[in-house]
């Protein structure tokens, strides 16, 4: 094939990827979308293969069924609570494999001839291997955090920003030097490694609930990774893919900081979620002392007997009980008596942007019940229940009311302003932000002390009863 | 010089056409959305397959090799995880 017809069919593959993305406006044309995008992929690998550079094919057909079936197997098999997991992983790939693509191709041309390398080559081969190897083992640490083999905490220790700020000097050190002395391929691995450090230590800091961003920041790396590479081998159609995924991360991460009202400094290194929450018992003992209120699911039953709305608001404890298919059957049971049922969502609900969206949309809840946070906040006034299942730091009026809390600021969803607000948890612990709930004192809030699926399935029983 | 400048002029357009169009994905397809992007920077598959392929030494054709099962985890995991996801919201229209 002519470098030419290759360079175009590289032109028709990114232009489906737009169309691809451009699909995701609308669930309605989103499966066509991500068709189109898969089509575009399909034309770029089956040019590349029969460009003529390549001598022999075994080792690509080796890799392809390898990584195929690892990938086609996940991917039926992953339940979608282990979603924000699969999409963590699948990042640190991304970035693994713009790291090896980058390193092959500076191999190679330091073996042709070290003084040609141009300096795009160099700046692009170090910014490479800088990225991916932070996305890399980054993702792995998310990873493990999400999957529960690293602590979800946020671990911190004295003086680590001054290590990060060591390493990431380093990384920038080793770059410059292989940048000036291409010839000396050490100082790409040696950066390659101290970036594999620097990636574990900016991920292990970062608590549980601070995990949406990091996801989408580690999915914008990925992406700006793939770029360099780009810049690498001059190809446009890597440039394209990786700016598209380097935006679509940015974007999800400033969408999830402005929804917690964090800057993104603030969720990478103020560690957020460490192990301070045994001080706040005694306040949060002053704030429950004989106000709360515990109910039982036929008591509910009978507050929901006489609703004309009920909205749905969960929270990372519906995927963790995996209660989404129990609620769905709650919620159609009460549609068929006629009571309007909604779904309130949080951006940062749950451990990935959209998660919650995800969950509901497997139990075949239908989209356009989902409702956002602004959309939501405008009808509590008018919702006589509002049942809040496994959420806790989104609906806390703290972040609304009291200055100097650790959510003050944070946009929350008015739970409260609803006629009943009825809490499903196991006990009154905080939340992520470790600081007690005032919503969990109100007049007008029921609290139903159970494990999430458990109640909503008595709570089904106890509406079919009536 | 010339070329880098080109594919530079390539690089700020496309990330203001990225920014233009994911701008317009709801918050319910966040999710897909991410699972979508990733097999999109998949895409290094490409340079992968020119690493294992030509064979210029034993090194680049194992760093290529590894290359290829990462990006094609990304790529196949990918486009697969986003259809499962996508059909279950196109399902109750």
Same mark, same amino acid.
């Given at each position: 094939?002519?470098?030419d /017809?290759?360079?175009?069919?590289?032109?028709?593959?990114?232009?489906?990827?737009?169309?691809?993305?451009?699909?995701?406006?609308?669930?309605?044309?989103?499966?066509?979308?991500?068709?189109?995008?898969?089509?575009?992929?399909?034309?770029?690998?089956?040019?590349?293969?029969?460009d003529?550079?390549?001598?022999?094919?075994?080792?690509?057909?080796?890799?392809?069924?390898?990584?195929?079936?690892?990938?086609?197997?996940?991917a039926?098999?992953?339940?979608?609570?282990?979603?924000?997991?699969?999409? &963590?992983?699948?990042?640190?790939? @991304?970035?693994?494999?713009?790291v /090896?693509v980058?390193?092959?191709?500076?191999?190679?041309?330091?073996?042709?001839s070290?003084?040609? *390398?141009?300096?795009?080559?160099g700046?692009?081969?170090?910014?490479?291997?800088?990225?991916?190897?932070?996305?890399?083992?980054?993702?792995?640490?998310?990873?493990?955090?999400?999957?529960?083999?690293?602590s979800?905490?946020?671990?911190?220790?004295?003086?680590?920003?001054?290590?990060?700020?060591?390493?990431?000097?380093?990384?920038?050190?080793?770059?410059?030097?292989?940048?000036? =002395?291409?010839?000396?391929?050490?100082?790409?691995?040696?950066?390659?490694? *101290?970036?594999?450090?620097?990636?574990?230590?900016?991920?292990?800091?970062?608590? @549980?609930?601070?995990?949406?961003?990091?996801?989408?920041?580690?999915?914008?790396?990925?992406?700006?990774?793939?770029?360099?590479? @780009?810049?690498?081998?001059?190809?446009?159609?890597?440039?394209?893919?990786?700016?598209?995924?380097?935006?679509? &991360?940015?974007?999800?991460?400033?969408?999830?900081?402005?929804?917690?009202?964090?800057?993104?400094?603030?969720?990478?290194?103020?560690?957020?979620?460490?192990?301070?929450?045994?001080?706040?018992? &005694?306040?949060?003992?002053? /704030?429950?002392?004989?106000?709360?209120?515990?109910?039982t699911?036929?008591?509910?039953?009978?507050?929901?007997?006489?609703?004309?709305?009920?909205?749905f608001?969960?929270?990372?404890?519906?995927?963790?009980?995996?209660? =989404?298919?129990a609620v769905?059957?709650?919620?159609?049971?009460l549609?068929?008596?006629?009571?309007?049922?909604?779904?309130?969502?949080?951006?940062?609900?749950?451990?990935?942007?959209?998660?919650?969206?995800?969950?509901?949309?497997?139990?075949d809840?239908?989209?356009?019940?989902?409702?956002?946070?602004?959309?939501?906040?405008?009808?509590?006034?008018?919702?006589?229940?509002?049942?809040?299942? @496994?959420?806790?730091?989104?609906?806390n009026?703290l972040?609304?009311?009291?200055?100097?809390?650790?959510?003050?600021?944070?946009?929350? /969803?008015?739970?409260d302003?609803?006629?009943?607000?009825?809490?499903?948890?196991?006990?009154?612990?905080?939340?992520?932000a470790? *600081?007690?709930?005032p919503?969990?004192?109100?007049?007008?809030?029921?609290m139903?002390?159970?494990?999430?699926?458990?109640?909503?399935?008595?709570?089904?029983?106890?509406?079919?009863?009536? | 010089?010339?070329?880098?400048?080109?594919?530079?002029?390539?690089?700020?357009?496309?990330?203001?056409?990225?920014?233009?169009?994911?701008?317009?994905?709801?918050?319910?397809?966040?999710?897909?959305?991410?699972?979508?992007?990733?097999?999109?920077?998949?895409?290094?598959?490409? +340079?992968?397959?020119?690493?294992? +392929?030509?064979?210029?030494?034993?090194?680049?054709?194992?760093?290529?090799?590894?290359?290829?099962?990462?990006?094609?985890?990304n790529?196949?995991?990918?486009?697969?995880?986003?259809?499962?996801?996508?059909?279950?919201?196109?399902?109750?229209?």
């Amino acid at each position: 094939m002519s470098p030419d /017809l290759v360079r175009f069919a590289y032109l028709v593959a990114a232009s489906l990827f737009v169309f691809g993305l451009k699909g995701l406006s609308h669930p309605r044309t989103a499966v066509r979308g991500n068709r189109l995008s898969a089509l575009g992929m399909f034309i770029a690998i089956v040019v590349t293969l029969i460009d003529q550079q390549i001598v022999r094919f075994e080792f690509i057909v080796a890799g392809i069924v390898l990584g195929g079936a690892i990938g086609a197997i996940w991917a039926l098999k992953v339940p979608m609570t282990a979603m924000p997991q699969f999409v &963590g992983l699948c990042n640190g790939f @991304g970035g693994g494999a713009s790291v /090896l693509v980058a390193g092959a191709a500076y191999v190679e041309a330091v073996l042709r001839s070290a003084d040609t *390398i141009s300096m795009q080559f160099g700046i692009a081969t170090m910014a490479s291997g800088l990225i991916g190897g932070v996305t890399f083992w980054g993702s792995l640490i998310a990873f493990g955090k999400l999957q529960g083999i690293v602590s979800e905490k946020a671990v911190r220790f004295t003086g680590d920003h001054v290590l990060k700020g060591l390493f990431l000097l380093a990384g920038l050190a080793a770059g410059v030097l292989g940048i000036l =002395q291409p010839e000396n391929t050490q100082y790409f691995w040696i950066m390659v490694a *101290i970036a594999s450090v620097l990636g574990i230590l900016l991920v292990v800091p970062i608590g @549980g609930a601070d995990m949406p961003v990091v996801i989408a920041l580690l999915n914008s790396y990925s992406g700006m990774a793939a770029a360099a590479t @780009g810049f690498v081998l001059s190809n446009n159609v890597l440039i394209i893919s990786g700016s598209l995924v380097g935006a679509s &991360g940015f974007i999800l991460t400033s969408i999830m900081c402005k929804a917690m009202n964090r800057s993104l400094a603030n969720v990478m290194f103020a560690g957020v979620g460490g192990d301070s929450g045994g001080d706040d018992a &005694g306040p949060a003992d002053d /704030l429950y002392e004989g106000k709360v209120k515990s109910t039982t699911a036929e008591e509910v039953a009978m507050v929901l007997d006489s609703a004309r709305r009920v909205v749905f608001v969960p929270g990372y404890g519906m995927a963790v009980a995996q209660a =989404q298919h129990a609620v769905r059957d709650l919620a159609n049971l009460l549609e068929a008596d006629g009571i309007e049922v909604e779904f309130a969502i949080h951006p940062v609900a749950g451990r990935m942007p959209g998660h919650m969206n995800v969950l509901l949309a497997e139990a075949d809840v239908p989209y356009d019940r989902l409702k956002e946070m602004d959309e939501a906040n405008t009808g509590f006034e008018q919702t006589d229940v509002t049942i809040v299942i @496994g959420a806790n730091d989104v609906v806390n009026p703290l972040a609304r009311d009291a200055a100097d809390t650790p959510l003050t600021g944070m946009p929350i /969803l008015n739970v409260d302003k609803s006629r009943t607000v009825v809490v499903i948890k196991r006990s009154l612990s905080p939340g992520f932000a470790g *600081i007690p709930n005032p919503l969990f004192a109100a007049d007008n809030c029921l609290m139903l002390f159970a494990d999430g699926k458990d109640a909503v399935q008595q709570l089904t029983a106890a509406v079919n009863e009536i | 010089m010339g070329e880098t400048i080109a594919i530079l002029t390539i690089f700020v357009l496309a990330v203001f056409v990225g920014f233009e169009v994911i701008t317009k994905v709801p918050p319910i397809l966040h999710t897909p959305l991410m699972s979508g992007s990733n097999a999109i920077s998949g895409i290094t598959i490409i +340079g992968a397959i020119l690493s294992a +392929g030509t064979q210029y030494s034993t090194l680049t054709t194992v760093l290529g090799t590894a290359a290829v099962v990462f990006a094609t985890i990304n790529v196949v995991g990918g486009y697969l995880v986003t259809n499962r996801m996508l059909d279950m919201f196109k399902r109750k229209e």
